[in-house]
């Protein structure tokens, strides 16, 4: 375990339904993000936390939600999403400036 | 925003041969380039990283070089063996913030 626990690993949804995805970090990190991983962008920043404030959102389609509640959670809520947004999300938290990066095994996502 | 550059998308070496990546940054800020190594299915994982103050860090198999001045770094595996092959990734932290990733090298060694 390397510390950064996300759940579901994998998930089916239907475009009209609502989810969310969920990650925990144990590593006493102050920033945690979100990726999404596909073969035609294969890490895309989607957001950025730093000490629970969202400090970056890379021009993501308002169907993803993210909500930070504290250093250790972070959660990215799913709504009206399309096939295209199939993909495997990953989570991450590191220090301020990106060192010690560390992924958690992510979840794969289906939208049918 | 910044943009990492990273050279081949594939590679396919011979085992015991060594195997290059490459890439470049935009950021002049950036201070901290990692790079990541892939396998099938799972999460990536920090195989090395190197701080801009520094121009070449080496552990065991693996080195990393940094050319700050013409912006880029370079991922350098000796006797490569078939379990090195994976997707790597090379990254920089533009403002001193999040990773920005470069597109991936597959990389195979042939036994």
């Known amino acids: 375990e390397t510390g950064v626990t996300q759940t579901p690993r994998h998930l089916v949804m239907g475009m009209t339904n609502k989810k969310s995805l969920k990650c925990e970090q144990h590593?006493?990190?102050?920033?945690m993000y979100w990726y999404k991983q596909s073969a035609k962008k294969p890490l895309e920043l989607m957001f950025v936390y730093s000490l629970e404030e969202r400090v970056e959102n890379n021009s993501v389609p308002s169907r993803f939600s993210p909500e930070c509640p504290n250093s250790s959670h972070l959660f990215l809520h799913l709504h009206t999403l399309q096939p295209e947004d199939s993909a495997l999300y990953l989570c991450?938290?590191?220090?301020?400036?990106?060192?010690?990066?560390?992924f958690g095994s992510g979840t794969r996502l289906t939208v049918v | 925003g910044e943009n990492v550059e990273q050279h081949p998308s594939t590679l396919s070496v011979q085992e015991g041969d060594s195997a290059v990546i490459k890439c470049t940054y935009s950021d002049s800020a950036s201070n901290y380039f990692p790079w990541y190594k892939q396998e099938l299915g799972k999460r990536p994982q920090l195989i090395i990283d190197i701080r801009s103050n520094v121009g070449e860090k080496k552990d065991q198999r693996i080195a990393v070089t940094l050319n700050k001045t013409a912006k880029h770094f370079s991922l350098h595996i000796t006797e490569t063996q078939p379990e090195d092959s994976a997707v790597y990734f090379c990254a920089a932290n533009p403002g001193r913030r999040a990773l920005t990733f470069g597109s991936g090298t597959r990389l195979q060694v042939q036994p």
């Open positions: 590593l006493g990190h102050n920033a």
């Open positions: 991450a938290s590191s220090q301020e400036g990106g060192e010690g990066y560390t």
